[in-house]
């Protein structure tokens, strides 16, 4: 049974073994033009322990992050690295590539997805759950990869950043959450997800406004009758983005196979990265 960890609006939201081939020649005479088999299996072994040392002290080059760091932490990455400011970022799939806009001046959650990004966590990663009119998303992957990651990069939550001028329009980035024990909506620091949305009646606006203290400005409204979106959200997930390019393949994603719980019948991977 899959556990889903973050949930929106209260709905229930791989280390692949590299398998090394050696060639065979049916020739005799090809063993005596190279090195003993022996010999060139023990450098290869070398090689190979050289790299995965390497790779080791990459990821163990910062700590694992806490709820209790991780402001501090992402905070001081960020001014280490000020080329990634203002950079997209792509996702690849099956269908095609979404280009993403990071807002900057949300910077907690800006500097924490560039940095998993980074950190080479969503390549690959998954789309997990899939719900038509309403969102895609991903990034909390049960793959033991994925486990292992977040293992070694820290299991954390963030500070919510609510903006007013970002809201849940078609398109929108945001960070999935847990409802339960989180009275301050602390976000996800690995479980994105991209609204696809429909579009919304005055009446459905009024009755948010109503029941959740939320209150939209008229360009709001017009942008929520013109576009679509899920206004429902604003003021419990974190929009830190948007989509800019690739909504076709938005689309294409959102309507694919799923089972009960909304997770996609097939692997939906996905490679993200900063465009350069």
Same mark, same amino acid.
């Given at each position: 049974?899959?556990?889903? =960890?973050?949930?929106?609006?209260?709905?229930?939201?791989?280390?692949?073994?590299?398998?090394?081939?050696?060639?065979?020649?049916?020739?005799?005479?090809?063993?005596?033009?190279?090195?003993?088999?022996?010999?060139?299996? &023990?450098?290869?072994?070398?090689?190979?322990?050289?790299?995965?040392?390497?790779?080791?002290?990459?990821?163990?080059?910062?700590?694992?992050?806490?709820?209790?760091?991780?402001?501090?932490?992402?905070?001081?990455?960020?001014?280490?690295?000020?080329?990634?400011?203002?950079?997209?970022?792509?996702?690849?799939?099956?269908?095609? @590539?979404?280009?993403?806009?990071?807002?900057?001046?949300?910077?907690?959650?800006?500097?924490?997805?560039?940095?998993?990004?980074?950190?080479?966590?969503?390549?690959?990663?998954?789309?997990?759950?899939?719900?038509?009119?309403?969102?895609?998303?991903?990034?909390?992957? &049960?793959?033991?990869?994925?486990?292992?990651?977040?293992?070694?990069?820290?299991?954390?939550?963030?500070?919510?950043?609510?903006?007013?001028?970002?809201?849940? #329009?078609?398109?929108?980035?945001?960070?999935?959450?847990?409802?339960?024990?989180?009275?301050?909506?602390?976000?996800?620091?690995?479980? #994105?997800?991209?609204?696809?949305?429909?579009?919304?009646?005055?009446?459905?606006? =009024?009755?948010?406004?109503?029941?959740?203290?939320? @209150?939209?400005?008229?360009? =709001?409204?017009?942008?929520?009758?013109?576009?679509?979106?899920?206004?429902?959200?604003?003021?419990?997930?974190?929009?830190?983005?948007?989509?800019?390019?690739?909504? &076709?393949?938005?689309?294409?994603?959102? =309507?694919?196979?799923?089972?009960?719980?909304?997770?996609?019948?097939?692997?939906?991977?996905?490679?993200?990265?900063?465009?350069?």
């Amino acid at each position: 049974m899959r556990i889903r =960890q973050w949930r929106i609006w209260g709905a229930a939201l791989t280390f692949v073994p590299m398998l090394c081939t050696l060639g065979c020649s049916s020739s005799p005479e090809s063993v005596h033009e190279t090195e003993p088999t022996s010999v060139a299996a &023990e450098e290869r072994e070398v090689r190979a322990d050289s790299a995965a040392v390497a790779a080791k002290a990459k990821i163990l080059a910062y700590p694992p992050i806490t709820d209790a760091t991780c402001s501090e932490f992402l905070a001081k990455w960020t001014s280490e690295h000020p080329e990634l400011l203002g950079k997209l970022i792509e996702v690849e799939t099956k269908f095609g @590539t979404l280009t993403l806009e990071i807002f900057d001046d949300v910077p907690l959650h800006a500097a924490n997805f560039r940095y998993k990004v980074e950190r080479g966590y969503y390549a690959p990663s998954e789309f997990v759950r899939v719900v038509p009119e309403f969102v895609v998303q991903g990034g909390n992957s &049960e793959d033991p990869r994925a486990q292992e990651m977040r293992w070694l990069i820290g299991k954390h939550t963030l500070p919510s950043e609510f903006r007013d001028q970002y809201r849940h #329009f078609r398109g929108a980035l945001a960070m999935g959450r847990t409802y339960k024990g989180n009275p301050d909506k602390r976000s996800s620091s690995y479980d #994105f997800y991209l609204v696809v949305g429909r579009k919304v009646s005055a009446v459905e606006l =009024q009755q948010i406004e109503r029941e959740k203290g939320v @209150t939209f400005s008229d360009a =709001q409204r017009k942008r929520y009758y013109a576009e679509g979106g899920t206004p429902h959200l604003d003021k419990e997930h974190t929009v830190f983005g948007r989509l800019v390019k690739g909504f &076709e393949v938005l689309d294409a994603l959102s =309507q694919v196979d799923t089972d009960d719980s909304d997770w996609p019948l097939q692997r939906l991977e996905m490679r993200v990265s900063v465009v350069n």
